[in-house]
């Protein structure tokens, strides 16, 4: 089965400074995505980036960008330029390629990410 | 991408009771998924549901604690029964829709319903 591991319970990060956030994996399929939630105190869940496993370029949006190492099962997310919106918690999740019975997203357990002022 | 609805956003509920959550979408949608969070956790998958057929729970799941339905391609409910204190969480609906290219399909969420049982 697969799981997904956030090593970082909390971060905290300045204003307009970077952050990385890390995430691991476990799984022995060769083919799947790689996802990053944002969870705002609303609640309402967002995705924030996604990565295909066949694909080796390291995907970006705007700040957000993924390093993906799909040897080491890593993928961590770097936020640059920190903003006070992104102050929320952050999930890393895995979905199977194929699917199967159900698309399900796997979850880690959150990075509560706070950003100062 | 997908509007989702969820009715109530939160309740407090008394032991031994059942309550029935309502997820309302936008767009006709093949899959719903109910999920749970509970508080300082992570989100756990309970059940898929497809229009049409019987709901397929995840391990730890059943049918008599987490009745669903899905009667249309648009609405869903899920219903928490014999309320335990244990319940208490956030239950988040999901759907899933065509993306960006290559037949990906991406999932949007809810803004879910929180539960309290006393």
């Known amino acids: 089965a697969q799981t997904v591991t956030q090593s970082q319970p909390e971060m905290s990060v300045q204003e307009a400074e970077t952050v990385t956030l890390s995430c691991t994996y476990d799984t022995s399929e060769s083919d799947y995505y790689l996802f990053w939630y944002k969870q705002p105190p609303s609640r309402q869940m967002i995705l924030v980036i996604r990565?295909?496993?066949?694909?080796?370029q390291n995907a970006t949006e705007n700040r957000f960008s993924v390093n993906f190492q799909k040897a080491a099962k890593s993928f961590s997310l770097k936020i640059s330029d920190s903003q006070l919106g992104d102050a929320a918690m952050y999930f890393c999740?895995?979905?199977?390629?194929?699917?199967?019975?159900?698309?399900?997203?796997?979850f880690g357990t959150g990075t509560l990410l706070a950003v100062q002022p | 991408s997908a509007v989702i609805s969820q009715k109530p956003s939160r309740d407090i509920c008394q032991r031994g009771t059942s309550l029935t959550i309502q997820c309302q979408v936008d767009s006709q949608v093949t899959m719903m998924f109910w999920y749970r969070q509970q508080p300082g956790q992570s989100l756990t998958l309970i059940a898929t549901a497809n229009q049409g057929s019987e709901a397929t729970y995840e391990s730890g799941f059943v049918i008599d604690k987490f009745p669903i339905s899905r009667p249309n391609l648009t609405f869903s409910t899920l219903t928490v029964s014999n309320m335990s204190p244990e319940d208490s969480s956030i239950y988040l609906c999901?759907?899933?829709?065509?993306?960006?290219?290559?037949?990906?399909?991406?999932?949007?969420f809810g803004p879910g319903t929180r539960l309290t049982v006393l």
């Open positions: 999740a895995y979905r199977s390629y194929d699917g199967g019975a159900t698309n399900k997203l796997i």
């Open positions: 990565q295909e496993a066949y694909k080796q």
């Open positions: 999901s759907v899933e829709k065509g993306g960006q290219g290559e037949g990906y399909n991406e999932q949007f």
